[in-house]
């Protein structure tokens, strides 16, 4: 596997599951993070760690709960989800040397459909 | 803060045509600008980066922008359209974010080629 890999790619979940999308990086970096692209807003910016330390929680539901155990694997845990949390669930990871000027991969997305 | 605007949800050129998309952002500290395309059902793919160094930025795919700092802006130009660059272009500014980086994207534009 190269790049980013997340899975799966697909989900269908109702509002009483608890599902868990997972996210790997096989670049070497130490900087990963999870976007929320729905179809009327821009992308959003949910958690970003770095060096496996959170260092942004964007205002996210506690419905929404990520876990980094080391610097090439994210989570992200899903519990008692809304169907407004339909969306494209993104994750990025990048080197974060340049301070702020490196480049994010991302890969291709897990689409979430909440019944 | 940091954002960005990008003019016209929806651009539509005929094969062979220019191209430009419009980005326009709002910093208070010189910015580090990016633009992503976002082929259907697939992740983010860096198309460049403006990162201090020459104003004229050149991409993947013969694509390229200019940093203008007089009118904060950041548009993205190919002389020449081709079928396989319908896709989905997003602009978006860098904010240092402790030891990573947060990405503040536009809402994307949308790019239709005719044949």
């Known amino acids: 596997e190269t790049g980013v890999t997340q899975t799966p790619r697909h989900l269908v979940m109702g509002m009483t599951n608890k599902k868990s999308l997972k996210c790997e990086q096989h670049?070497?970096?130490?900087?990963m993070y999870w976007y929320k692209q729905s179809a009327k807003k821009p992308l959003e910016l949910m958690f970003v760690y770095s060096l496996e330390e959170r260092v942004e929680n964007n205002s996210v539901p506690s419905r929404f709960s990520p876990e980094c155990p080391n610097s090439s694997h994210l989570f992200l845990h899903l519990h008692t989800l809304q169907p407004e949390d339909s969306a494209l669930y993104l994750c990025a990871s990048s080197q974060d040397e340049m301070r702020g000027a490196d480049t994010q991969y991302f890969g291709p997305g897990t689409r979430l459909t909440v019944l | 803060a940091q954002s960005v605007t990008q003019l016209g949800s929806h651009v539509s050129v005929s094969e062979g045509a220019l191209v430009l998309l419009r980005c326009n952002y709002s910093?208070?500290?010189?910015?580090?600008l990016f633009w992503y395309v976002q082929y259907p059902n697939q992740g983010l793919q860096l198309l460049l980066k403006?990162?201090?160094?020459?104003?004229l930025v050149k991409g993947i795919n013969g694509f390229e922008a200019e940093f203008k700092k007089s009118e904060t802006s950041f548009h993205l130009t190919k002389p020449s359209a081709h079928m396989s660059d319908a896709a989905e272009y997003f602009c978006?500014?860098?904010?240092?974010?402790?030891?990573?980086?947060?990405?503040?994207f536009g809402q994307g534009t949308r790019l239709t080629i005719n044949p």
């Open positions: 403006y990162t201090s160094a020459a104003t």
């Open positions: 670049l070497g970096h130490n900087a």
């Open positions: 910093s208070s500290v010189p910015p580090y």
């Open positions: 978006a500014v860098s904010v240092p974010l402790g030891g990573a980086q947060k990405l503040v």
